[in-house]
Every structure is written in structure tokens, then in C-alpha cells.
């Protein structure tokens, strides 16, 4: 029996960082990489792991300490006789299941004990981070049994918990393509390659499946008259080099948008507590912008937009992409919005049907603008046509409110809005 000391280990970013869990106590029986406790930087926080096996003797850190690379946080106790044969136990467990109603009764009865230590245990079963995850995708995390030690819930769990909910409102479909993937594999057809999903893409598919699958989605189309803003745009040129400026009309859009929201307040909230009807408006005005990278959709934040003038959105959207496409962007940046806008006016195409970027409420889509002949009084005139595909959540947007919004929307667009005077 001997007594070895954990210490903080060395990484990276977390020098003189706060303790903000503490998942230990005295006498607690530990195994190697069992987590001690959760340290917190300005940007992220991290699980400590046990290095090796043994019971605790003594914490020697509490939550609200600082501590950095080198600090002690606890001596234990290595005795190694009871975690071997608790290993051994559970080996030969293992041995006896002979089929899988065993092996699903053997997990029933692991997760009731689970159950029953959540029960027992206080509100810290989840990291900061994987709250603020679950939070995001709108999951009670009490509601989830965790698959670590005494119930802990880590983000793998809140990501099964969401598909096994979408499984169970799908379940027809989801049989009938089961038995389809199940009879045939893509191999039985020809040369097949499988590849890794881009990590990115990974991450956002299940803010896209919560989002696709829990909201009401509608969009409503339509087309803004934007012959004179192009006139302005292409107009501007730099007041010292003479030369055009570039902004692209996205940041004209910007703006616009934001004139719209401040009238149509209901399209800047989210809907944080449906059971009990609440509705969180914001009085903020945080654009996200969608941003097409090689490693898959990102979504940052022009902030405060309302006090930002065209010229500077303009530049903080090439500076913003530029970060997201180099994998320099704050993971921060893509939380907290009002409304997002999505452009595929650079690449092409008309319409589309954006999917909303949760927990917002509703998401612009943007064509490209073509020059169109247009019926004005009585005669044809050629103009330059914007199209638009706002999708909204019905829960809380009427169509006719969205018809409303887009109709403001065009006018910020149109000849009578005053971007003149917000370049
Ligand atoms: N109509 C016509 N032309 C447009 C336009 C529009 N609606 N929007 C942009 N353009 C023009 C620009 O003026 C620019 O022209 P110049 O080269 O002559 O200056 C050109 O198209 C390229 O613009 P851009 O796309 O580089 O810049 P942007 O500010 O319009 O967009 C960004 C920035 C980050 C939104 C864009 O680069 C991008 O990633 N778009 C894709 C977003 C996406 O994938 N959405 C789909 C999400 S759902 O899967």
C-alpha cells in the first residue's frame, strides 16, 4: 500500500485557471482517466483524469481555487487489490452472457444504479461545458442518464438522448430504412470508398437535425427591387485611392435586416421555455452570417450591427470568414444570435428553404440578384431583383407576419431607405 500524489499536468492554455468542479471526495475509490476535476479558462473547460488506481485520501483543492501546471490535487491511496478483483467480477460477468437479452438486462440493471446515484447526487452530474451544450440544443440535462461513473453526463450522451427521441417520433420510417441499408450494402453495387465526416460537419448535424426536427418550419419567397442600392453600391468608391470600393450587397442586407427586426421584435427571440409559454426577446442585434468553409458550415456573429456602419460590416465579414476558413474563430462567436443569413448570392441560384439556426427563430436566405423585366405602371422596366427565402418558426411567426416582415424588408432595401446614410 502506498500513497502517490495528482497533480496538474501541463495544458497549454490553463495556467492559474479556476477549480469549478471538484468530482471527488476522501475515501472514494478511483480507476486511471476517472475524472477529478473540471478546471475553466476564459475559453473552455477541461476535465482532469485519476493517472492511476487506488481510493482517495485526501483532496487538497476545493471549487474557487486557482491553480496551474504543477499543483497538487489530491494523494490517494494505492492499493490495488479492490480494483482488480472489481475488475475481475466484471469480466467474468461478461464471461456468463451467453446472448443479448442478457446483455440488455445486464445494461437495464446498470443503468437503475445509475438512476439511483443520479438521484443521490447534486446538480453538478455534467461538466459547464456539456450543460451549456445541452442548453443549446434546448435538453432538460436532468432528463438524461449518464453513461460515466455515478451518472455523469458527458456530451455523447446529450447527442444519444436527441437521436433517441427523433427515433422514437420516426419509427416507421426509420424501420423501413433500416430494412433497405440491411438487405443491401453500397459495396454490392460497385467500388465504394468511406471516408471520415469533417469534424465540423459532425458537429453541426445535430444542431441541424434538433433544429429540422423540433421546429415548425415555413418559408416564404419573394424578391426585393434592389436596382438602386446596386447603383449606390457600385458607386462607392475609397474617398483617398479613388478606387471601388468592395462591399458586397451582404452588408447592405445586414443592415436592413436589422431596421426590420427592430419593428418585428418577434423575429429576434427564442423560444427558451415552451411548457410554461416564454418567450426571450432580444434587445441586441447579433447577425449571424453563414459561412461556406472547406471544413463545413460555420455560422459567427456580426455583433451590434444596429451601431455598425455598412463600410465596417462589410470588412468584419471578409475578417470573419477569413477566421472561420482558417479555424481561427472563437467557438464563443457562434452563440448568442438574433437571426442568421445565409448568401449563396456569390455562388447562384434563386430560392431555397433555410433551415433555422437554433434557438433562433428565424433565418434569411439570399439569391443571387439578377436583372429582371419587371411590370411597373402600365410598361416593362429592367431591374435588378434580390431573391429572398425566409424561413420562420410558426410557433411563434404567422405567415402573415413573415409576409409583413419581408415586405419591410424590401422597402430597407428599396429606393427609399436611407443606407445612403448608413455607409
Ligand atoms: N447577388 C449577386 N451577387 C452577389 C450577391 C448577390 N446576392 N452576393 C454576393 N454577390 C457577389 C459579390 O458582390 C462578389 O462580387 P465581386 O467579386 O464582383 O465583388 C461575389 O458575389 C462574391 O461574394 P462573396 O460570396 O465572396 O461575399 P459575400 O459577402 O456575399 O458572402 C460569405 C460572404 C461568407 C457569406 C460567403 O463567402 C459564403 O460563404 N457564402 C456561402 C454561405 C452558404 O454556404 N450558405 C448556405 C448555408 S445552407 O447550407
Known amino acids: 500500500m502506498s500513497d502517490n500524489e495528482i497533480k496538474v499536468p501541463n495544458i497549454g492554455e490553463f495556467k492559474d485557471v479556476e477549480v469549478i468542479e471538484v468530482l471527488v471526495s476522501n475515501g472514494q475509490s478511483v480507476s486511471k482517466n476517472d475524472p477529478l476535476i473540471t478546471i475553466e479558462s476564459d475559453k ?6 485519476a493517472s492511476f488506481d487506488g481510493k482517495v485520501k485526501s483532496v487538497k483543492i476545493k471549487v474557487g481555487d486557482r491553480v496551474s501546471e504543477g499543483d497538487l490535487i489530491l494523494t490517494v491511496e494505492q492499493s490495488g487489490e479492490e480494483e482488480k478483483s472489481i475488475k475481475q467480477k466484471t469480466i ?12 440488455e438486462e445486464i445494461v437495464k440493471i446498470k443503468q437503475t444504479q445509475n438512476l439511483i446515484k443520479k438521484d443521490n447526487l447534486e446538480a453538478s452530474s455534467a461538466s459547464p461545458k456539456v450543460r451549456k451544450f445541452a442548453r443549446e ?17 458527458v456530451e455523447d450522451d446529450v447527442k444519444n438522448f436527441i437521436s433517441s427521441k427523433i427515433n422514437k417520433t420516426s419509427d416507421k420510417t426509420e424501420v423501413q430504412s433500416k430494412k433497405i441499408v440491411s438487405e443491401f450494402s453500397h459495396s454490392d453495387f460497385g467500388e465504394v470508398e468511406v ?7 459532425r458537429l453541426a448535424s445535430t444542431y441541424l437535425v434538433n433544429s429540422w426536427t423540433t421546429i415548425p418550419h415555413v418559408t416564404n419567397h419573394d424578391e426585393a427591387d434592389i436596382t438602386e442600392m446596386e447603383d449606390f453600391r457600385t458607386s462607392l468608391t475609397d474617398m483617398y485611392t479613388g478606387e471601388r470600393k468592395k462591399i ?6 445586414v443592415k436592413a435586416l436589422v431596421v426590420s427586426l427592430k419593428k418585428f421584435p418577434s423575429f429576434n427571440s427564442s423560444i427558451d421555455d415552451i411548457e410554461n409559454g416564454k418567450i426571450t426577446v432580444k434587445k441586441y442585434f447579433h447577425i449571424g452570417i453563414a459561412v461556406d468553409t472547406p471544413h463545413g458550415l460555420m455560422v459567427p456573429k456580426i455583433r451590434n450591427a444596429d451601431n455598425k456602419s455598412i463600410s465596417y460590416i462589410g470588412n468584419e465579414l471578409k475578417t470573419v470568414s477569413d477566421q472561420c476558413r482558417n479555424l481561427k474563430i472563437d467557438k464563443k462567436e457562434f452563440f448568442g444570435g438574433s437571426m442568421t443569413i445565409t448568401s449563396l448570392g456569390g455562388i447562384g ?17 439570399v439569391g443571387k440578384a439578377q436583372k429582371k423585366q419587371i ?13 429572398l427565402s425566409l424561413s420562420y418558426d410558426h410557433r411563434i411567426i404567422d405567415g402573415a407576419e413573415a409576409a409583413r416582415f419581408n415586405n419591410d424588408l424590401k422597402e430597407n432595401l428599396g429606393k427609399n431607405f436611407a443606407y445612403k446614410l448608413a455607409i
Open 44 to 49: 473552455s473547460s477541461v476535465e482532469i483524469p
Open 92 to 103: 467474468k460477468e461478461a464471461e456468463l452472457v451467453s446472448n443479448q437479452d442478457q446483455v
Open 137 to 153: 440544443l434546448g435538453v432538460n440535462i436532468n432528463e438524461i442518464v449518464g453513461s460515466e461513473r455515478q451518472g455523469r453526463v
Open 195 to 201: 471516408k471520415d465526416m469533417p469534424r465540423v460537419k
Open 248 to 253: 458586397t450587397p451582404l452588408a447592405f442586407i
Open 349 to 365: 441560384g434563386s430560392f431555397f428553404t433555410p433551415i433555422i439556426n437554433y434557438p433562433e427563430v428565424a433565418i434569411l436566405g
Open 375 to 387: 411590370f411597373i405602371n402600365g410598361k416593362f422596366e429592367t431591374r435588378t431583383m434580390l431573391p
